[in-house]
């Protein structure tokens, strides 16, 4: 049976896909307040919508999200400056409301969505262990054939993702996710800005090495290259550059 088959909830009706953004934490690397990425909620919206695609946000806790300060294009930094789509969704009062108050995760059905999609940003490495719900409902949409995708950081769900065997859901599997060079790159920029002492590392662990750890055939396509890559039903995207990328691989498994 195809994926498309599978992934039809109402063929009469369209497309339905969940994203799911980080709930606020706090860098245990870092003591800074950390949260999801814009790029990676609003490119993937922006393509989901224009296929006609209804989409809602969810968070692990519901109620108001917060963006990590650098992937805000008004921030000082100026180091989104450039994305006019996710400036586009902050400037839409009835979009940029949407962040205020997101739906829980335990509160998602899976049969009323095709895919889900995990964002990244500097708080899934912290807050995704703590959600086994989260875990639960991505594993759910992979076992029922529909389509589970995590992008950036948010591919840290792999590392806790367990099938109903008891098996990590992505070992044997070919992923992608935020890559040692982009580690490196990040570092270096705020060690050389003085934001960290030099040898304090922004993440607790690394999306690449875990994944080779795990089993996993780890891939990227190199520094800051939007890339993504599908395996069965799984699909995975490097970095916040990755998300229209990774949005084209969903769209495309749904077979529209």
Known sequence: MSLKNLNTVNPSAPKRVAIVISNPAISGQTGWPIGFWWSELTHPWYAFSEKGYHVTIFSQDG???VADSFSDPRDA????????I?????????????IENTAPIASLDVDDYDAIVVAGGQAPM???????TL??????????????????HGVAILRYARLRSGALLATGKTVTGFANVEEDFADDAVWSAGYLARGTHIQPWRIED??????ANYV???????????DGNLI????????????ELVIAALGE
């Open 86 to 98: 996710s400036m586009g969704f902050i400037a839409t009062p009835a979009l940029a409301a949407l």
């Open 126 to 132: 912290y807050t995704i262990e703590r959600s086994p």
């Open 135 to 152: 875990q639960q409902k991505f594993v759910e949409f992979h076992e029922r054939g529909k389509i589970a995708a995590a992008l950036c």
């Open 63 to 65: 109620g108001a999200c």
């Open 236 to 247: 995975t995207g490097q970095q916040n550059f990755s998300g229209a990328e990774t949005a």
């Open 77 to 84: 930094s100026g180091y989104s400056s450039t994305d006019l």
């Open 210 to 215: 875990e994944m080779k750890r795990i089993g």
């Open 220 to 230: 990227q396509a190199g520094l800051w290259r939007g890339f993504a890559i599908r």
